[in-house]
């Protein structure tokens, strides 16, 4: 084949041009991730704000211009019937750390966010555990996420009766006394009090009664009293008699009897006697014997047979019984509002957790159990660190819905009377400023919350586009 004939290899072409570009690396392919969506047909910004328009528009009447409004308000002072007047800076502000009303409910509202959403957490993640090691699990659930179906208002009346000071009528009272009881029994006589015709006893039921003379055996002490409930007497009261027997004896009964009559200083019939009562022989400022009167009122000491002794009953048989704590008096009504609160919400923070929980990859678990490590060490070194996106959901949204408490802690006070200032909270604080027409001292107190519910709800929000 002649050389002329040979075929030359192809120069290499140049990379077409692209509009608007100019040499070599115009024509190159851009990065995926600067490359822009393609723009669908008809998609344009004017477009979406002209369908996101009414709805700004309704988002600003109701939560913009409120709150520039409320904040505007809140510095400005109130008028008799709750005009704006002067202004006032930040006053209504100061006021609220200053003035002991709004002081105590700030305070309260510090107790709430420090010490409620731990203490749900830890119920919740407790039950949580325990639906999984538990038969009956399902109606384990049930029951503990119950209260969450109740409102805040039936649950403030309902745990309102439990907290009812009577033992006969409040639940918590009940129980106190039937525990305390058991464990140290109350005095059986707190109205008995000595005769007032015959005066032989000195003292008073809060340091117990003492005879003024003093008793021998073979002379027979006569302690009349009066103020037994003679419609409702000791079971086991039988008519008061004369002690018989050796060593010092006596008789402690009631020197009254329906209908009235007898002697007073004197055993006459139809008369009780006083049963169960401790009395105590003492010499030289000593207790040397002790008893307890029979259910006619003798009582003997069998040992005493020489001597003179003057004769005590203490303080004890006249005590006034346990009738339990004012669960709504001024130190323990915010607990007892927190305890029912804990009652409703440990059920929600349970189905939470129990749902992560189940999300849990089983074998990590099970791996380092083949690797020699206790349920604890599990639990602790494995558990605890994956589900900690859940634990952290559950006690800032805790934090945020005990920081605008108010229905709960509005109801429960209504019993607490004069009390009721001791569970104060922001919230009700606000209601009450409100109601009084003091407009920018609830403006102030309203402004207050906004500020500290804002960095946790900004932090919630944080927290889930990172989780996504």
Known sequence: ???????????????????????????????????????????????????????????????????????????????????????AGIQNYIDIFTQSDSFEAFKNNVIWVVVVPALVTILGLIFAVLTERIRWASAFKIIVFTPMAISFLAAGITWSLIYVDQPSQGLGNAVLTGIHDTVSPSAAYPNLHPSTQVTLLDGSSAKGYTTKKQYAAGAPAALPFTGLDLLHPPSNAQPAAQPSGKGLTGVVWNDFKAGGGGTPGKVDPGELGVPGVTVQALQG??????????????????????????????????????TGVSWLGPTLITPAIIIA???????????????GMAALPRETMEAAR?????????????????????????FVTMVINVLKIFDIVFVMQQPAGGNARYANVL??????????????????????????????????????????
């Not at 609160?341 to 749902?355: E, P, S």
Request: glycine fraction near 10%; hydrophobic fraction near 50%.
């Open 370 to 394: 083949i690797d020699g490590a206790t349920e604890w060490q599990v639990f602790r070194r494995v558990t605890m660190p994956l589900l900690s996106p859940v634990l952290l959901v559950v």
């Open 341 to 355: 609160y804990l009652w409703i919400y440990a059920g929600f923070a349970m189905v939470l957790l129990a749902a």
């Open 285 to 322: 400022g000593k207790v040397v014997g002790s008893t307890t009167t029979q259910p006619d009122g003798a009582f003997s000491f069998p040992g005493l047979t020489s001597g003179s002794y003057t004769l005590e009953l203490p303080a004890s048989d006249f005590s006034a019984a346990y």
């Open 1 to 87: 084949m002649p050389e002329d004939a040979r075929v030359a290899p192809a120069a290499p072409t140049s990379p077409p041009a692209v509009a608007g570009g100019a040499g070599v690396g115009a024509g190159r392919a851009q990065p995926p991730g600067k490359t822009k969506p393609p723009r669908l047909p008809g998609e344009s910004r004017w477009v979406a704000a002209l369908f996101i328009f009414p709805a700004g528009i309704w988002l600003a009447a109701i939560v913009l211009y409120p709150l520039v409004y409320t904040l505007i308000r809140s510095l400005f002072h109130d008028g008799p019937v709750g005009q704006a007047t002067s202004f």
């Open 427 to 468: 919230a009700v604080q606000l209601y009450d400023e409100y109601g009084n027409q003091q407009y920018g001292a609830a403006s102030a107190v309203g402004i207050l919350l906004v500020i500290l519910v804002i960095p946790a709800m900004i932090f919630q929000i944080h927290n889930f586009r990172k989780s996504q």
